[in-house]
């Protein structure tokens, strides 16, 4: 049971973001986001988005730093990954 997070590289709404999944279940997930403070909002198909200011209190908690790509191949090793346009997304 792990939760990963990438750095944060991605911008948007002036902000750097980070990725954040589990390799487990969207359960999880949803409990370590919760616990690191993030609004439901904040989750999108397969993960959330992390603002910067959030990446050093995740890993605090528990959420292991690995690479964009890496996370990507995790979340669809683990089966959890939901693409933007495909069913149950």
Do not use: C, N
């Amino acid at each position: 049971m792990t939760v990963f997070i990438d750095r944060p590289l991605w911008p948007a709404r002036g902000r750097l973001w980070s990725h954040m999944v589990s390799d487990t279940s969207f359960a999880e997930l949803h409990d370590f986001a919760a616990r690191l403070g993030m609004p439901p909002r904040a989750f999108e198909r397969d993960h959330y988005d992390v603002p910067a200011d959030l990446y050093e209190p995740a890993l605090r908690l528990g959420a292991e730093p690995i690479g964009s790509q890496e996370l990507v191949a995790r979340l669809i090793r683990a089966g959890l990954r939901r693409r933007k346009h495909s069913p149950g997304a």
